[in-house]
T-cell receptor, first 113, second 113 residues
Framework: AQSVTQLGSHVSVSEGALVLLRCNYS??????LFWYVQYPNQGLQLLLK??????LVKGINGFEAEFKKSETSFHLTKPSAHMSDAAEYFC???????????FGTGTRLQVTL | ETGVTQTPRHLVMGMTNKKSLKCEQH?????MYWYKQSAKKPLELMFV???????ENNSVPSRFSPECPNSSHLFLHLHTLQPEDSALYLC????????????FGPGTRLLVL
């Protein structure tokens, strides 16, 4: 069984500041991990994924995430926030050979001037 | 037209109505998914179809009935729904069931009165 915990349902940062969205996972097998972004009135868009290759994964829009097995974490970061980054972000996990993605409850990112 | 499309984008129905949600993917994928997104809850996988056969059903009530006539189309037939079924229903597709990257449609916002 697998699960995902996203700490902080709301995160607010200033434009230009570091973005850090936290995700911790629990999985009985080495997992595949994903970050998705959902803009208002839109579906989910894949930001990046970890599938057992490099532990530091770079995604779209300047985001990256690092898989840390010892901490069971896959936190999402971006060095400098932009107003257009305001959205809801979902972390997800699934075993390598299964179809079911298990999602976290999401973190809403607010970017202020 | 490319990607995953869903119609209608918004739907209001009474508890005695029968309606259908439609999903269409133009990506040549062989697996399609229905998810339910409720406020403050993680995304819930409802159904998975691979090569037009249902391979996973996460104990969804029978008032939700999926139909997959071909690999490009997926329907979700709704009847005698309850107000708690009000949510955003998202369709997704992937190359194969278990393929790590799922592509999502914009969703149908459903309100049951």
């Amino acid at each position: 069984a697998q699960s995902v915990t996203q700490l902080g349902s709301h995160v607010s940062v200033s434009e230009g500041a570091l973005v850090l969205l936290r995700c911790n996972y629990s999985s009985s097998v080495p997992p595949y991990l994903f970050w998705y972004v959902q803009y208002p009135n839109q579906g989910l868009q894949l930001l990046l994924k970890y599938t057992s290759a490099a532990t530091l994964v770079k995604g779209i829009n300047g985001f990256e995430a690092e898989f840390k097995k010892s901490e069971t974490s896959f936190h999402l970061t971006k060095p400098s926030a932009h107003m257009s980054d305001a959205a809801e972000y979902f972390c997800a996990v699934r075993p390598p050979c299964a179809s079911k993605l298990t999602f976290g409850t999401g973190t809403r990112l607010q970017v202020t001037l | 037209e490319t990607g995953v499309t869903q119609t209608p984008r918004h739907l209001v129905m009474g508890m005695t109505n029968k309606k259908s949600l439609k999903c269409e993917q133009h990506l040549g994928h062989n697996a399609m998914y229905w998810y339910k997104q409720s406020a403050k809850k993680p995304l819930e996988l409802m159904f998975v179809y691979s090569l037009e056969e249902r391979v996973e059903n996460n104990s969804v009530p029978s008032r939700f009935s999926p139909e997959c006539p071909n690999s490009s189309h997926l329907f979700l037939h709704l009847h005698t729904l309850q107000p708690e079924d009000s949510a955003l229903y998202l369709c997704a597709s992937s190359s194969l069931a278990g393929e790590e990257t799922q592509y999502f449609g914009p969703g149908t916002r459903l309100l049951v009165l």
